[in-house]
């Protein structure tokens, strides 16, 4: 009959006891690590760039337990139907036209905050020698910007009071560095862009700005989640909307240390960085549904060009209210 030792000392025994102490430990060490908080953004991203860049939210979240994962997007509609799809938690700043095409699709937001606008960090640019002099010139002619970002928006309300309708001009959807590419080598004759590209074109090839938001396009950028993780992880939310709120006034009350600090992360001179801030207010407030008005003018606008598959309520979102107010 076969029998069993029951000494700690049997070679046998002290492998498996140091098989269990080693999955204890892995165990242990997999508790310990922080979750991961996953947060989409694109590389104008400019206060979610110097949270990252300063690795602030890694420190806000870290009595949570949390820290931050990464995601860099190429623009604002690839990012929310990441969102929508579970792939992310959390979206940076994307232009206020985003959301609206995200709804058409059926995607449930929850909008987490709001920068006040910015209506002249977003312009129709043309070259330096165009003939072009007003909006109304554009009629025939090709335009380049990105499909659904705030400049499509901007285009549309600039050609309407020009008497001009979106089918009136040759649209090139290109994303910012394809744009830039086809400006610049007259493959386009104008180009819709927002900071820090409207910056750089200006200050690296003369562009010239054709018409910018201003008394057209409010130009304001909201802060977004996934309304499952919004409505589990609320103290989540907190902690973004109060390091954004900080960052926000940094970078207006330090423009030069902003402009160098992201200078090297977006590849552009601290001049064009910070004539881009300038134009931005980078004011963090609550999203309330008084200041989602122009959201439904912006729905409506599209659908009227048929750029929308059906009728959005704008308003049909979650919105979060941020300790103390």
Same mark, same amino acid.
Do not use: C
């Given at each position: 009959?076969?029998t *069993?030792?029951?000494?700690p000392?049997?070679?046998?025994?002290?492998?498996?006891?140091?098989?269990?102490?080693?999955?204890?430990? @892995?165990?242990?060490?997999?508790?310990?690590r922080?979750?991961?908080?996953? +947060?989409?953004?694109?590389?104008?991203s400019?206060?979610?760039?110097?949270?990252?860049?300063?690795?602030?939210l890694?420190?806000?979240?870290?009595p949570?337990?949390?820290?931050?994962? /990464?995601?860099?997007?190429?623009?604002g509609?690839?990012?929310?139907?990441?969102?929508n799809?579970?792939?992310?938690?959390?979206s940076?700043?994307?232009?206020?036209t985003?959301?609206?095409?995200?709804?058409?699709?059926? =995607?449930r937001?929850? *909008?987490?905050?709001?920068?006040?606008?910015?209506?002249?960090?977003?312009?129709?640019?043309?070259?330096?020698?165009s003939?072009?002099?007003?909006?109304?010139?554009l009629?025939?002619?090709?335009?380049?910007?990105a499909?659904?970002?705030?400049?499509?928006?901007?285009?549309?309300?600039?050609l309407?009071?020009? @008497?001009?309708?979106?089918?009136?001009?040759e649209?090139?959807?290109?994303?910012?560095?394809?744009?830039?590419?086809a *400006?610049?080598?007259?493959a +386009?004759?104008? /180009?819709?862009?927002?900071?820090?590209?409207?910056?750089?074109?200006?200050?690296?090839s003369?562009?010239?700005?054709?018409?910018?938001?201003?008394?057209?396009?409010?130009y304001?950028?909201y802060?977004?989640?996934?309304?499952?993780f919004?409505?589990?992880?609320?103290?989540?939310?907190?902690?973004?909307?109060a390091?954004?709120?900080?960052?926000?006034? /940094?970078?207006?009350?330090?423009?030069?240390?902003? =402009?160098?600090?992201?200078?090297p992360?977006?590849?552009?001179?601290?001049?064009?960085?910070?004539?881009?801030?300038?134009?931005?207010s980078?004011?963090?407030?609550e999203?309330?549904?008084?200041?989602?008005?122009?959201?439904?003018r912006?729905?409506?606008?599209?659908?009227?060009?048929?750029?929308?598959?059906?009728?959005?309520?704008a308003l049909?979102?979650?919105?979060?209210?941020?300790?103390?107010?």
């Amino acid at each position: 009959m076969k029998t *069993f030792s029951s000494s700690p000392f049997m070679p046998g025994r002290r492998t498996a006891l140091a098989a269990l102490a080693s999955l204890a430990a @892995g165990g242990a060490l997999a508790q310990a690590r922080p979750a991961a908080v996953r +947060i989409g953004y694109q590389k104008s991203s400019t206060l979610i760039a110097v949270l990252k860049l300063q690795g602030a939210l890694e420190r806000a979240f870290a009595p949570l337990g949390l820290a931050p994962s /990464w995601h860099e997007f190429t623009s604002g509609l690839p990012l929310l139907e990441a969102l929508n799809l579970d792939n992310i938690d959390l979206s940076a700043d994307v232009a206020d036209t985003v959301p609206v095409f995200a709804q058409a699709a059926g =995607a449930r937001l929850t *909008f987490v905050a709001q920068e006040a606008p910015s209506p002249s960090a977003q312009a129709i640019l043309v070259r330096a020698d165009s003939p072009l002099r007003s909006v109304a010139d554009l009629k025939g002619r090709r335009v380049g910007f990105a499909k659904a970002a705030g400049v499509h928006y901007l285009l549309i309300a600039a050609l309407d009071q020009a @008497g001009l309708s979106f089918r009136d001009i040759e649209p090139a959807y290109l994303a910012p560095a394809d744009g830039r590419a086809a *400006f610049e080598r007259g493959a +386009i004759d104008a /180009w819709v862009v927002w900071d820090p590209f409207l910056a750089a074109a200006q200050r690296q090839s003369g562009a010239r700005v054709l018409a910018d938001g201003t008394g057209l396009a409010s130009y304001q950028r909201y802060y977004l989640a996934g309304t499952g993780f919004a409505r589990a992880h609320p103290e989540v939310l907190g902690v973004l909307y109060a390091e954004l709120e900080k960052t926000g006034r /940094w970078v207006k009350a330090h423009p030069k240390e902003a =402009a160098a600090l992201l200078a090297p992360f977006w590849g552009l001179d601290a001049a064009i960085v910070e004539q881009a801030n300038s134009r931005r207010s980078y004011a963090v407030r609550e999203a309330t549904r008084e200041r989602l008005s122009e959201q439904q003018r912006i729905a409506d606008a599209f659908l009227a060009e048929k750029l929308l598959p059906r009728r959005v309520d704008a308003l049909d979102v979650d919105l979060y209210k941020p300790p103390g107010a």
